[in-house]
């Protein structure tokens, strides 16, 4: 084990380590690009901690993500996402940058610029002809570039049979163009295909809308970026320790210039306000934890027959803890982060994650379920940071 993990062996078992009354590890993956990278960096200090998620679920790139880590044995994951991300950032920028944010900032931009006209490699490709040149109907109508790079990808470094499975939970949001109304395709009730992933990540205008049966979808963080909601409205009644990891920050700094706006206003969009949700979500379930109390102090003779179902009901609500993981921005990345595939931002980006959840898996009261009849707790290692 990790020299670094803080958990010992008697702690293991053979879905690997978790904590007493723990029934699920959920990894929660929101969609942000580029910015991927930092999930990765994430799971890999889950992986050397022996920490192995029972449900991943993610929206656009988290879906991906989600996807190479469900659909394949724990021994492989870290390696086909190490394939994964060298492969989609494998294109040269510059051969050599100058130290300084100023220079770091003019080759993120043409990275950015050759994302934009190139392309990136086992990724998307542009179209032949450009959507304003198509007409109406035509494939090449309603995006700029093609995802058949992607297809192939995942089902290279993707094992489609073991996610069907069902060893592990696995959940991809997307929205149906027609309707507009956002949907998980679930493996606890769906066979999933390639199809379902890449519609999850079907960001327009850039990226095509995926057909699936008789319907077509788009990107879920049009709608949610955000996948927690769907595993917070289970009604399992496990005990959860879910590490939710988020690439836009709701919190930032006041815009100084143009490119500022454009980067803050891209953090408000896609944030899908996460810290507001969990707090909504957590005095909802303490306030049914609080009632659940009141009713066991009468006897059943002196309920009604609803109210005896409502007390049965909220005796098994679970107990759920949060960990929240949350990309902090650097100084010279701009709106341009997204979609800025070089391999040194990858690697920062991994890093990043990597170091962030290591800290957080040193804080050993956080890494346990919270107390019998508390509800749900939800820790920040940046918040707690913002505080000091």
């Known amino acids: 084990m ?27 993956l929101q969609g942000g690009g580029a910015l991927g990278a930092y999930q990765a960096g994430v799971y890999q200090a889950l992986h050397e901690a022996g920490v192995e998620p029972d449900w991943v679920c993610g929206v656009s790139i988290g879906a991906i993500n989600s996807a190479i880590i469900a659909g394949n044995p724990p021994e492989r ?31 993120n931009i043409a990275s950015s610029w050759m994302t934009t006209t190139l392309g990136q490699p086992g990724f998307f490709q542009p179209h032949a002809t450009n959507p304003w040149f198509s007409p109406a109907g035509a494939k090449t109508a309603t995006s700029y570039y093609d995802t058949m790079p992607l297809r192939e990808t995942l089902l290279e470094l993707v094992d489609f049979d073991l996610i069907n499975r069902k060893k592990v939970r696995f959940a991809v949001g997307a929205v149906n163009v027609l309707s507009g109304n956002f949907i998980y395709f679930d493996n606890a009730r769906d066979e999933i295909i390639p199809e379902h992933v890449m519609a999850s990540g079907a960001l327009p205008p850039a990226l095509p809308m995926v057909k699936i ?22 009604e399992d009644n496990l005990n959860s320790l879910v ?139 940046h918040r707690e940071q913002e505080a000091a």
């Open 243 to 381: 590490f939710q990891v988020d690439l836009f920050s709701a919190r930032g700094m006041l815009p100084r210039d143009i490119q500022d706006v454009m980067a803050r206003h891209k953090d408000i969009m896609y944030s899908s306000r996460t810290r507001y949700n969990t707090d909504v979500y957590r005095r909802t379930h303490n306030l049914k934890t609080a009632l659940y109390k009141a009713l066991a102090k009468l006897p059943d003779d002196q309920l009604s027959a609803d109210e005896r179902k409502i007390k049965a009901e909220l005796k098994k609500l679970p107990e759920i803890a949060i960990l929240q993981l949350i990309y902090q921005q650097t100084a010279y990345e701009g709106d341009a982060k997204d979609h800025e595939f070089s391999g040194t931002s990858m690697r920062e980006h991994w890093a990043s994650g990597h170091d962030d959840t290591r800290r957080t898996l040193t804080r050993r009261d956080w890494i346990t379920m919270p107390p019998d009849g508390m509800g749900l707790v939800i820790h920040d290692v």
């Open 77 to 107: 994951r870290l390696e086909r996402l190490h394939i994964f991300w060298d492969r989609i950032t494998s294109r040269k920028v510059w051969y050599y940058t100058p130290d300084g944010d100023i220079y770091r900032k003019a080759r």
């Open 213 to 234: 049966g008789t319907d077509h979808f788009w990107d879920g963080g049009i709608v949610s970026n955000t996948p927690l909601q769907h595993l917070l409205d289970q």
């Open 2 to 28: 990790d020299a670094h993990a803080p958990f010992s062996e008697k702690q293991s078992s053979p879905r690997g380590w978790r904590p007493e009354r723990c029934d699920r590890i959920a990894l929660v």
